[in-house]
């Protein structure tokens, strides 16, 4: 089964990727990790990635495509994958296609996480990010066990200056820009659903699970 999750910023991907593939038992890609592994690794990709990251500027695609290329030529995606983070837009969806054409590694699912803008604002308005391991809390909804330290490594949170009401809308605004044409490109494909994510997070988890169990299932008559 291979899985790509999309959806605004605050939708809940990275929280949800991580739940999916524990209930599933595959392996969960994303890019912001996959980034981070490679520059820790001192690989080369992560050395050219480093120098950007150093002058503040965006890694440039085609270095995140040459990642991604090397992950899904490893052996343990051949049962599949939870993907997320990537593509954000149809230049990276098309690069994918032909990277997992290379590999015969067709998308079955493209899930769309569609979340409310008062929801989105709550949600990151509370955010707290780990500033050694880059995990996510929330001051109300998933809130560390010790006040302003990390669960998983004991490092310390922070608010991001950019989680406010009107930087967050801003953003909301420049994705769904951005993301009109890829939702556009995965419902030509007849790939993409799209999951009401609103709701508690296990009850998104429901909806996913419940989703791959359906395209299964189809699968079989």
């Not at 605050?10 to 593939?21: D, E, I, N, S, V």
């Not at 965006?58 to 090397?70: C, G, I, S, W, Y």
């Not at 054409?101 to 989105?120: A, C, F, G």
């Not at 391991?133 to 991001?160: E, Q, T, W």
Request: aromatic share 4%.
């Amino acid at each position: 089964m291979r899985i790509i999750l999309l959806g605004p910023p605050g939708a809940g991907k990275g929280t949800q990727a991580k739940k999916l593939a524990l209930e599933l038992g595959l392996p969960h890609i994303s890019t912001g990790d996959l980034l981070r592994q490679n520059v820790a690794g001192a690989t080369d990709l992560g050395k050219q990635a480093k120098g950007y990251m150093d002058k503040g500027a965006l890694v440039p695609d085609e270095l995140v495509t040459r990642m991604l290329k090397a992950r899904f030529s490893q052996p343990d995606l051949n049962k599949g994958f939870i993907l997320d983070g990537y593509p954000r837009n149809i230049a990276q969806a098309k690069d994918l296609d032909n990277i997992l054409k290379e590999e015969n590694m067709p998308i079955d699912i493209v899930m769309y996480l569609d979340t409310s803008v008062s929801v989105i604002v709550q949600r990151l308005t509370g955010r707290l990010v780990c500033k050694s391991c880059s995990a996510n809390f929330h001051i109300k909804n998933m809130p560390p066990k010790l006040a302003m330290v990390c669960d998983n490594c004991g490092g310390k949170l922070y608010k991001r200056s950019d989680d406010n009401e009107e930087t967050i809308k801003a953003r909301l605004e420049v994705y769904e820009k951005e993301a009109a044409s890829l939702i556009k490109y995965y419902q030509d494909k007849q790939k993409l659903t799209r999951l009401a994510a609103d709701e508690e997070a296990g009850v998104v988890l429901e909806k996913m699970v419940q989703l791959v169990e359906k395209y299964n299932d189809s699968l079989k008559v």
